[in-house]
């Protein structure tokens, strides 16, 4: 199989979950007013991250008061915005040997491994219908659907003390010590796992001369039907050669569906106050529990997360950066075989070799396709300066409609 989710495939219905709430434990740690919070909603279901613990506001530019150990929990629920704030904390904050959880929610996105691609990977159609963002993170790894019931967990520290294996049963010891029902394990593939063997945490890392982060999702409460139609992907049949990293197809299922009173919160909260326990081995740490919005103002440390932001958004990064694949297209049009052979490199067409009984028109089709990149505007455009009822048009829409169906 050519692709799969890092958490995919196979939940639990949602009618079986319950939703209850559960009390959250007290901690010294944490400070008891309540200073920030943010509520949102998903399909059938409507969750508040109001905690009775205090997540103290902080700015990027207070940076230096942070601590040692530092729980930072985004308030963003923009992909692209707290992928470019990970990736700017991994460069510029551990080199002092801080060690930083970042903890974050996005609303409904697929993310997409840094060496991988996104018709391969994702339903580009019915994400567009859906209002789904896709998102190119920097860490390699495979496609993984993030909703609101998605936690995101990210270690973030100097790359010396990067540790994969031993962060991930971390977690599993969390999760089970707040709900002795779940027991997790982990995989020799970076997954955690329930005893029935489905995934609900991926993993990916990345490791630089500055720093490192291993981050992971973890599945509280699905909705499995959007994670389902969001990582069909949009090409396959057609595919001749592909150079990306391939998903792993895997049964997954969520927390909520062993422990109702399982949320976001209360999973931040356990997270948040072993995090500070744990990791001080020596007792000499300084520790901070912090929560972080996106700015109204773009001060200067802002305006290199923004820079990180700004680039994630782009073609370039998002399908400019997809490797070298193939793909074979044959087609009956007006009554003649159509037969394509088309290479691309980072989404430009290097490749094409087209056969029909019509020499003139396969040298055409050649000349306007080679060199073309698969931006979909550039590709109405084609068939419109062609003429959509022409055959060449007809060539074009066929094309086309391979990589956006509904062209």
């Known amino acids: 199989m050519l692709r799969a989710p890092l958490c995919a495939f196979k939940t639990l219905s949602l009618a079986q979950r319950r939703c209850t709430s ?22 059938n279901r409507t969750t508040d991250l109001r905690s009775v613990h205090s997540w103290q506001p902080t700015e990027i530019s207070r940076v230096a008061e942070w601590g040692d150990l530092v729980v930072l929990r985004s308030t963003s629920n923009n992909v692209h915005w707290n992928l470019a704030l990970e990736e700017w904390l991994s460069q510029n904050t551990v080199s002092t040997g801080r060690h930083i959880l970042l903890l974050y929610v996005n609303t409904p996105s697929v993310v997409i491994g840094r060496m991988q691609n996104p018709w391969l990977e994702s339903s580009l159609a019915y994400l567009r219908d859906n209002d789904i963002t896709l998102a190119r993170r920097h860490s390699g790894g495979g496609a993984v659907y993030h909703d609101r019931g998605n936690l995101n967990i990210s270690f973030i520290t100097p790359k010396s003390d990067y540790h994969r294996c031993s962060r991930l ?5 969390c999760v089970h010590s707040a709900w002795p029902q779940i027991q997790l394990t982990v995989s020799d593939k970076g997954d955690m796992r329930l005893p029935n063997g489905d995934k609900v945490s991926g993993s990916a890392a990345r490791l630089t001369q500055r720093g490192a982060y291993h981050h992971c999702t973890l599945l509280v409460q699905a909705d499995s039907h959007s994670l389902f139609s969001s990582l069909e992907p949009t090409i396959q049949d057609s595919l001749t ?117 019509d020499p003139a028109v396969e040298t055409h089709v050649h000349n306007q396709i080679k060199g073309m990149k698969l931006l979909e505007s550039d590709w109405k455009n084609l068939i419109a300066s062609a003429g959509a009822a ?3 048009g007809q060539v074009y829409q066929s094309i086309a409609a391979l990589f956006w169906p509904e062209i």
């Open 22 to 43: 559960g009390s959250v434990l007290q901690s010294s740690v944490l400070q008891s007013s309540v200073l920030q919070f943010t509520s949102y909603s998903t399909p």
């Open 169 to 173: 049963k971390w977690v599993t010891q």
């Open 241 to 357: 050669l592909s150079s990306s990293t391939a998903s792993r197809r895997s049964a997954v299922s969520d927390l909520q569906s062993y422990a109702g009173d399982c949320t976001i919160e209360r999973v931040c909260e356990e997270l948040g106050e072993r995090f500070v326990r744990d990791f001080n081995t020596t007792q000499d740490k300084t520790s901070s529990l912090l929560s972080i919005s996106a700015p109204s103002h773009m001060e200067a440390a802002w305006q290199q997360v923004n820079k990180y932001y700004l680039d994630s958004t782009k073609w370039d990064w998002t399908y400019g950066r997809t490797p070298k694949f193939g793909i074979r297209h044959e087609k009956i049009i007006d009554g003649k075989s159509l037969f394509i052979d088309m290479q691309f490199d980072r989404c430009c067409t290097t490749q094409c070799t087209v056969t029909c009984s």
């Open 390 to 392: 022409t055959f060449c």
